[in-house]
Nanobody, 124 residues
Framework: QVQLVESGGGLVQAGGSPRLSCAASGLPFSAYTMGWFRQAPGKEREFVAAISWSGGTTDYADSVKGRFTISRDNAKNTVYLQVNSLNAEDTAVYFC?????????????????WGQGTQVTVSS
């Protein structure tokens, strides 16, 4: 059974730089493309970033490009999202998602497995 557990969220001051983590279990992690999505209150879930199973390819939403960095450690079965220069528009629940050996996808229906999410709230 695939399990994805996010951590690292919380109340963060504007301009802060937390690192979100997603620990995976129950799957051959190194064979999965991983993604981060987020969902703000009253809005649809939106793509944030994704990384290929090898880590050699990444993609980012325009709204976070240059501020967020996705990475993975296949030895630890963990994918990370380093978020920098947070602003109020970044307040959302951040979800980790997994996609079996596929090319990078940027829509939620491209990922079969999901974590429960971690709340990031940016305070001014």
């Amino acid at each position: 059974q695939v399990q994805l557990v996010e951590s690292g969220g919380g109340l963060v001051q504007a301009g802060g730089s937390p690192r979100l983590s997603c620990a995976a279990s129950g799957l051959p992690f190194s064979a999965y493309t991983m993604g981060w999505f987020r969902q703000a209150p009253g809005k649809e879930r939106e793509f944030v970033a994704a990384i290929s199973w090898s880590g050699g390819t990444t993609d980012y939403a325009d709204s976070v490009k240059g501020r967020f960095t996705i990475s993975r450690d296949n030895a630890k079965n963990t994918v990370y999202l380093q978020v920098n220069s947070l602003n109020a528009e970044d307040t959302a629940v951040y979800f980790c998602a997994a996609r079996w050996r596929g090319s990078i996808a940027t829509t939620p229906d491209g990922f079969a497995s999901w974590g429960q999410g971690t709340q990031v709230t940016v305070s001014s």
